[in-house]
T-cell receptor
Framework: QQQVKQSPQSLIVQKGGISIINCAYENTAFDYFPWYQQFPGKGPALLIAIRPDVSEKKEGRFTISFNKSAKQFSLHIMDSQPGDSATYFCAASIEDSSYKLIFGSGTRLLVRP | DTAVSQTPKYLVTQMGNDKSIKCEQNLGHDTMYWYKQDSKKFLKIMFSYNNKELIINETVPNRFSPKSPDKAHLNLHINSLELGDSAVYFC?????????????FGPGTRLTVL
């Protein structure tokens, strides 16, 4: 119930293409869904986040699509660039006494020039 | 002007030894965390402190003992190191305990136990 399942494990996209990473969850109490980006040798950094009261959030080339009924959310990277090559983690949390983020298993994205 | 810093960046040690990792944040945050990232990149929370008080303690062996001398520091001491402790350990901080607060991660400490 506390898991967040992420796919694919790795993804190769040509420059200019669209990268899509999917996540699914079971716990309907989750009410915050951030995506973190991690470059090699660095710590994860918040990329974009969404709450379940909206179905989509866009920031530049990055878009989160959220499907509450299917308990799924996805990250779309438009016009993917080699500089986007990194590991992406979806996560979920509940605004209660837990205070913790449950991370997906990560997707290693490689954008070829 | 580093936000969350950790020392050391690399730590290589023998099984059975005791070691510590230090973390400091200069963001004025109240909440700090320790995460473990294994060889498959899986990221899992270990501990969380808010205003020097422990608020999250996942099922971590009691060989791991966090200590928060003040709000800006959260150290991790590991006794009797085992091969399975090899991982990258990340410290993070956030403004408060709200799940909506962004977590800022340090650069990580790569621990290798031989």
């Amino acid at each position: 119930q506390q898991q967040v399942k992420q796919s694919p494990q790795s993804l190769i996209v040509q420059k200019g293409g669209i990268s899509i990473i999917n996540c699914a969850y079971e716990n309907t109490a989750f009410d915050y869904f951030p995506w973190y980006q991690q470059f090699p040798g660095k710590g994860p950094a918040l990329l974009i986040a969404i709450r379940p009261d909206v179905s989509e959030k866009k920031e530049g080339r990055f878009t989160i699509s959220f499907n509450k009924s299917a308990k799924q959310f996805s990250l779309h990277i438009m016009d993917s660039q080699p500089g986007d090559s990194a590991t992406y983690f979806c996560a979920a949390s509940i605004e209660d006494s837990s205070y913790k983020l449950i991370f997906g298993s990560g997707t290693r994205l490689l954008v070829r020039p | 002007d580093t936000a969350v810093s950790q020392t050391p960046k690399y730590l290589v040690t023998q099984m059975g030894n005791d070691k510590s990792i230090k973390c400091e944040q200069n963001l004025g945050h109240d909440t700090m965390y320790w995460y473990k990232q294994d060889s498959k990149k899986f990221l899992k929370i270990m501990f969380s402190y808010n205003n020097k008080e422990l608020i999250i303690n996942e099922t971590v062996p009691n060989r791991f003992s966090p200590k928060s001398p003040d709000k800006a520091h959260l150290n991790l001491h590991i006794n009797s190191l085992e091969l399975g402790d090899s991982a990258v350990y990340f410290c993070a901080s956030s403004l408060g305990t709200s799940a909506y607060n962004e977590q800022f991660f340090g650069p990580g400490t790569r621990l290798t136990v031989l």
